[in-house]
């Protein structure tokens, strides 16, 4: 993941969707994640949903959903 000028840039062999979200604090990131997987895994979505997250500090706590 590349982070230059207000744009994030990535590759991947993966043929899939993906969606960046920045999220300052961890508990928001959760909860976006929650929410982003109740909406698309209604009919008719069929979706395989992996969050990851980097920490900006190494004292924040670890993200689990």
């Known amino acids: 993941l590349i982070y230059e000028n207000e744009c994030a840039n990535f590759t991947t062999n993966v043929s899939a969707r993906f969606w960046l979200a920045d999220c300052p604090r961890t508990a928001e990131a959760v909860h976006f994640a929650t929410m982003l997987y109740k909406e698309l ?25």
Not at 41 to 48: D, G, I, L, N
């Open 41 to 65: 895994t209604a009919v008719p979505y069929m979706a395989k949903f992996v969050v990851f997250a980097k920490m900006n500090d190494a004292r924040e706590g670890r993200l689990r959903c």
